[in-house]
């Protein structure tokens, strides 16, 4: 991701805010500002469109083996094991990975799936990924070309990744607030995309979508 420093700051964030998270995705009753029930309800939003779109494209029969990087709290990893692919769940937050195998648990679904502590950056797999999901995690990345090169290197088949975008008032207040929590965030312009696309050697085989926050995007190799 980034320095050690920055690395450990986003470990401790999220590890702190892993409750947090998985509660805003599940709309709970928790007493909330006007402001921060509208903020929740757009985040909410934006994950379940990018749930929906990866899904979609992983239904297929060709893709059974599946690494969801910055799993958080298991939201597509119990949809995957749902369709019967083989996940892997990474995340950087011991927290954030306790709540995904509590909620696996908890369904007792057949299909297999492994848990990984560790930040993927600095990670070595031995073996490759039909497919991987990598949704909400370049917002905290400071080097993208080299995490694309390696996600080039560690799927066979698709990659898909949201970006987020640097336009707008949500963007501006998400990185005051990051900001204060002393967490790293990084956003970005279709053409500093598009850069780092090319730089990583994937920008010809890269599908960018504008979406309302950022892009999407869908690699093919």
Known sequence: MGDNKNIRDIGTFFNGYAAEFSSIYLE?????SLFNKVMDRLFRKDIETRLVDSLNHMRKDSIKTVLDIGCGPGHLVVKLLELNK???ALDIAPNMLEITQMRVDSMKLESNFK?????????EFDEKFDAISVMGFF???EDPVSVLKKLLNDASKEIYISIPGDKG??????????????????LYSKESLE?????AGCL???????TERGYYL???K
Request: aromatic share 14%.
């Open 115 to 123: 848990t990984i502590l560790a930040d993927y950056s600095e990670h």
């Open 169 to 186: 008032f949500l963007a501006w207040q998400r990185k005051v607030r990051y900001k204060r929590r002393n967490c790293p965030l990084y």
């Open 28 to 32: 709970d009753e928790r007493p909330r």
């Open 204 to 210: 010809e085989m890269t599908e960018i979508v504008d």
């Open 139 to 141: 917002d905290y990345v």
């Open 86 to 88: 083989d996940v892997t």
């Open 218 to 220: 869908i690699i093919r």
């Open 195 to 199: 850069q780092y696309l090319k730089d």
